[in-house]
């Protein structure tokens, strides 16, 4: 007995301790940009150079400070002799803020109808899936279009078209992942008690699948971030005099050749967030889901 529990701290001892995994130097990245993207966001106002509509036909189409243009104007300016850096960072706040209105909102709906779904079952259900599915076999890109054409392009519609996008993922997961929480143990045990179903949902059932939902909605933000992007570059987006990164790129569609500097720089800052969230949500995934942690054991 004695040989046996030297042996068993023996190797105890000489098994090494389990080292903690570090972030990936591409995370890192992503997140040092993402904070950059929100601190723009927020202080727009603040730290711009000049207001996002204040213009000079006196200053249009100089070339960015590193190509000879204006140092007062490090971006250059625009057809209307606007500063193209001023309305990239107030641009970053629009896409951001409709991206994160648009999230907050397809989220709420989508997991609220999962809920009633996997609750009632029945006909509930049957409507909460079909739905779903009519959903999910339209082009949503059209559906806006004809909305936003129909309707008129006001901000408040723009934005709430914006939200019902990607809504039926939600639901469709969140109906799943709580019609398996039922069948758990815990779920069932709480219930023999008498809780109220609202309290088990909010209180239990909610955090055990918070994790999943919060990868999706990393998932479904760059997204919406192309989705402003293409609707706003159509002229049905954001309209003039604000600007968005998408209506940046309308603007500077017409004057590539000559004066590349009023749409590049919108490219750039949308091809770097929305690879950034992507990255993020991806190793989120890899990190929040337990099958995979299992798997990597």
Same mark, same amino acid.
Request: hydrophobic fraction near 50%.
């Given at each position: 007995m004695t040989v046996a529990t030297d042996t068993t701290l023996a190797e105890a001892m000489a098994t090494p301790p389990r080292r903690r995994r570090r972030m990936p130097w591409v995370i890192v990245l992503c997140s040092a940009w993402l904070v950059l993207a929100l601190v723009l966001a927020v202080g727009a106002d603040w730290i711009a150079p000049y207001g996002y509509a204040e213009q000079s036909l006196l200053k249009r189409l100089k070339p960015p400070a590193?190509? $000879? $243009?204006?140092? &007062? =104007? %490090? %971006?250059?300016t625009d057809g209307l002799g606007r500063d193209v850096l001023s309305r990239l960072i107030y641009a970053m706040r629009s896409s951001l803020l409709i991206a994160f209105c648009g999230t907050l909102i397809g989220s709420v709906v989508g997991t609220f109808l999962g809920f %009633? &779904? &996997? =609750?009632?079952?029945?006909?509930?259900?049957e409507t909460v899936m079909l739905a779903v599915d009519f959903q999910a076999s339209m082009p949503f890109l059209i559906i806006a279009l004809a909305v936003l054409a129909?309707?008129?392009? @006001?901000?408040e519609l723009f934005l709430f078209v914006i939200g019902f996008y990607g809504w039926e993922v939600y639901a469709r997961l969140t109906r799943g992942l709580v019609l398996q929480a039922n069948g758990q143990g815990y779920a069932f045990a709480i219930r023999t008690l008498g809780i109220h179903p609202f309290r088990i949902y909010l209180r239990h059932v909610l955090p055990n699948i918070l994790s999943v +939902?919060?990868?999706?909605?990393?998932?479904?933000? *760059?997204e919406l971030i192309l989705l402003e992007t293409s609707l706003s570059f159509l002229g049905? $987006?954001?309209? *003039? *005099?604000?600007? @968005?990164l998408g209506l940046m790129l309308g603007e500077g569609r017409n004057y590539i050749a000559s004066a590349w500097w009023m749409a590049i720089p919108a !490219?750039? &800052?949308?091809?770097?967030?929305? +690879? !950034?969230? @992507?990255l993020l949500g991806d190793y989120l995934r890899d990190r929040?889901?337990?099958?995979?942690r299992t798997a990597e054991r």
């Open positions: 590193f190509l $000879g $243009g204006d140092p &007062a =104007h %490090l %971006l250059g %009633l &779904a &996997a =609750h009632f079952r029945g006909w509930v259900e129909f309707f008129g392009n @006001s901000f +939902l919060v990868v999706q909605v990393t998932l479904n933000f *760059p049905l $987006g954001v309209q *003039p *005099p604000q600007t @968005s !490219g750039i &800052a949308i091809f770097l967030t929305t +690879l !950034g969230v @992507s929040l889901d337990p099958t995979l």
